[in-house]
Nanobody
Framework: QVQLVESGGGLVQAGGSLRLSCVAS????????VGWFRQSPGKEREFVAA????????YYADSVKGRFTISRDNAKKTIDLQMNSLSPEDAAVYYC????????????????????WGQGTQVTVSS
C-alpha cells in the first residue's frame, strides 16, 4: 500500500506560480514511478507530468512543457510540481499518483498505469 497526500494548491493570478507537493508513505519510495494528473469540471482526468523511479528524465504533457517542472526527493519521499506562467486553463484539481513500473511515454501518461492516488489539491487561476 502507498498513501499519497498532496498540498500546495490555492488561488493564483494568471502568470503566477504555485508549487505543489506530494508526500508518500507505506512503500519504498525510490522504487515507485510517480506522476501528477489534473481534472477540471466536465473534463476527464489528464496527464501532467511523471518522473521515473531511477535516474531517467521526466515526462510532460505538451500543454505544460516549459512551464511546469516535476521533481522527486527520495530521502524525503516527496514529489513536487513547480508550476510557472499559470493560465486559467491550468485550473483544476491536481492529483499525485504512483505506480510500480512503467516504460515509455505512453505508459507514463496513462491513468491506468497508476495504482495509488492522492485525494487531490485544488488550483484556481484568476484571469
Amino acid at each position: 500500500q502507498v498513501q499519497l497526500v498532496e498540498s500546495g494548491g490555492g488561488l493564483v493570478q494568471a502568470g503566477g506560480s504555485l508549487r505543489l507537493s506530494c508526500v508518500a508513505s507505506g512503500r519504498t519510495f525510490s522504487s515507485l514511478v510517480v506522476g501528477w494528473f489534473r481534472q477540471s469540471p466536465g473534463k476527464e482526468r489528464e496527464f501532467v507530468a511523471a518522473i521515473p523511479r531511477g535516474a531517467g528524465s521526466p515526462y510532460y504533457a505538451d500543454s505544460v512543457k516549459g512551464r511546469f517542472t516535476i521533481s522527486r526527493d527520495n530521502a524525503k519521499k516527496t514529489i513536487d510540481l513547480q508550476m510557472n506562467s499559470l493560465s486559467p486553463e491550468d485550473a483544476a484539481v491536481y492529483y499525485c499518483a504512483s505506480a510500480d513500473y512503467c516504460s515509455g511515454y505512453g505508459c507514463y501518461r496513462s491513468i491506468k498505469t497508476y495504482r495509488y492516488w492522492g485525494q487531490g489539491t485544488q488550483v484556481t487561476v484568476s484571469s
